[in-house]
Nanobody
Framework: QVQLVESGGRLVQAGGSLRLSCVAS??????????MGWFRQAPGRGREFVLA????????EYADSVKGRFTIPRDNAKNTVYLQMNNVEPEDTGVYYC???????????????????WGQGTQVTVYS
């Protein structure tokens, strides 16, 4: 089992930056290599893919809406993945969820149904 805990969500002005963190823990976290993803959900909308990165970092998938603005650094030694959000827009508002999976690769990293473990989410609100 793996537990994921997100943090860093807050109120931020459009054009600003913030960094979300997701820390993984549990008995299996060091036993497998996990792909990590970030998803978000705005009020009244479904869960939307944002970014994902393979365990090695060699493969990364981006949503078109965040290319050039968001990145997904990860630190495997700390069992932590980040979501660096730059030049945020009001449309980035939502609850951001971290997800992990041992198997998912390639383009399927964009599919939320491919992820086994999820965090509780952290709220990001962007105001103009």
């Amino acid at each position: 089992q793996v537990q994921l805990v997100e943090s860093g969500g807050r109120l931020v002005q459009a054009g600003g930056s913030l960094r979300l963190s997701c820390v993984a823990s549990g008995r299996d976290v060091s036993s497998y290599s996990y792909t990590m993803g970030w998803f978000r959900q705005a009020p009244g909308r479904g869960r939307e893919f944002v970014l994902a990165i393979s365990w090695s970092g060699a493969s990364t998938e981006y949503a078109d809406s965040v290319k050039g603005r968001f990145t997904i650094p990860r630190d495997n030694a700390k069992n932590t993945v980040y979501l660096q959000m730059n030049n945020v827009e009001p449309e980035d508002t939502g609850v951001y969820y971290c997800a992990a999976d041992r198997v998912v690769t390639g383009i399927e990293m964009k599919n939320p149904y491919e992820y086994e473990f999820w965090g509780q989410g952290t709220q990001v609100t962007v105001y103009s």
